[in-house]
């Protein structure tokens, strides 16, 4: 099958590990079965793995890849949950099992014709949504989702900002909240990526690091130290913040003082439950919500795909078909 794989790390230039190829077929262990991949999409998570974070180099070569929707081996359409791991081993919650495992960590990843998951992964895709849409869905909308609606559990009416508006992550939560009945403040360093904020529903979108005109409930942050400070800064008394990601950097000052005595918090969170999944497809369908996809490239072409993840350019989801 063809597919895309990490060949080797480079730190610097992650580009240079990237192979375009043959592989071959999965050969799915008891339990597991294969997936034909209608579309995948890509994460910031596939250029880490270029770059050798949560990868060693006696795993290469690996197909990378975390998301995609494709067709079982009975027919059904269906969407691939990333996360592997035993919700009895993580306190009811897969994404805490010790174990746990996303796709292309240990176990080749979606950015091939097929791909090899456990069963319990493949949650129904609806027919409402595009393959391309539900591709979007494993990695950055479900993250986006846990994020709003189970870590920072601000109610319809409540308020967050989205840092970094452009991202897989902000653009999810942008639309996601403010589907939610929330107000979204939306902060980017570009002004076309602020102007798409608004038409994602932003209630209003500001420059990096620009005063808001209310303090908010939540800060929904992915770009880490560039933005942290502001972050908290944003916060009412009491407010959280949820941190899924450092893409510039994961060294900020805590900013001590401001978090107890403000009685701020700060909250860890990772991809999401098969069942968040599950019901993110729902919430979409029912709201008529659907990704932002910046592009769809035949997996072919991957490579360009990558290169405007590496450079920033883009807005929402990139997508490969086989
Ligand atoms: N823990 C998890 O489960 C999980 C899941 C998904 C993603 N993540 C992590 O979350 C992060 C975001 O991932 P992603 O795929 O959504 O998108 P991404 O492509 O990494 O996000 C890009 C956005 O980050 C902002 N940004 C980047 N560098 C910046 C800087 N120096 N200053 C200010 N803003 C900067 C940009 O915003 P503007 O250009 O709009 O300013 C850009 O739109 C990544 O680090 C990823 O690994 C974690």
Redesign the pocket.
């Known amino acids: 099958m063809f597919a895309v794989t990490a060949s080797r790390f480079d730190a610097a230039d992650p580009l240079s590990g990237l192979t375009l190829g043959e592989r071959p077929d999965p050969a799915p262990p008891e339990g597991w079965t294969t997936v034909t991949v209608k579309a995948a999409a890509?994460?910031?998570?596939d250029?880490?793995s270029l770059q050798g974070v949560g990868l060693r180099e006696e795993q290469l070569p690996m197909v990378l890849g975390c998301d995609a929707a494709g067709v079982d081996e009975d027919g059904n359409e269906v969407i691939v949950h990333a996360v592997i791991g035993d919700p009895g081993a993580g306190f009811g919650d897969e994404?805490l099992d010790p174990k746990r495992t996303?796709l292309s960590e240990k176990h080749d990843g979606t950015l091939a014709e097929k791909v090899a998951v456990p069963r319990r992964n493949l949650v129904p895709k609806p027919a409402e949504l595009s393959f391309e849409e539900a591709a979007c869905l494993p990695?950055?909308w479900?993250?986006?989702y846990?994020m709003l609606f189970t870590k920072a559990d601000v109610a319809p009416g409540g308020t967050v900002l989205v840092?970094?508006?452009?991202?897989?992550?902000?653009?999810?939560a942008i639309a996601l909240g403010a589907a939610a009945g929330l107000r979204v403040y939306?902060?980017?360093?570009?002004q076309d990526?602020?102007d798409r904020?608004l038409e994602l529903g932003a209630h209003a979108a500001l420059e990096?690091g620009a005063r808001l005109p209310e303090r908010v409930d939540a800060v929904i942050e992915?770009?880490?130290?560039?933005?942290w400070s502001h972050s908290l800064k944003s916060l009412r008394p009491g407010g959280r913040v949820v941190v899924?990601?450092?893409?510039?950097?994961q060294a900020p000052s805590a900013e001590l003082q401001r978090m107890f005595f403000l009685q701020l918090s700060v909250i860890?969170?990772?991809?999401?439950t098969r069942d968040e999944l599950d019901r993110l497809a729902r919430f979409l369908v029912t709201t008529g919500v659907r990704p932002q996809i910046d592009r769809v490239l035949p997996l072919r072409e991957a490579r360009e795909g990558f290169a405007a993840?590496r450079e920033?350019d883009?807005?929402g989801?990139i997508v490969f078909t086989p």
Not at 163 to 172: F, N, P
Not at 186 to 190: G, I, M, N
Not at 268 to 272: D, F, H, L, R
Request: proline letters at 0%.
């Open positions: 890509l994460n910031h998570h250029l880490w994404t996303l990695t950055a479900l993250t986006a846990r840092q970094g508006a452009g991202g897989g992550v902000a653009t999810a939306a902060t980017s360093r570009s990526k602020r904020a990096s992915t770009v880490g130290e560039a933005t899924v990601g450092s893409t510039s950097g860890g969170s990772t991809m999401g993840m920033g883009l807005f989801k």
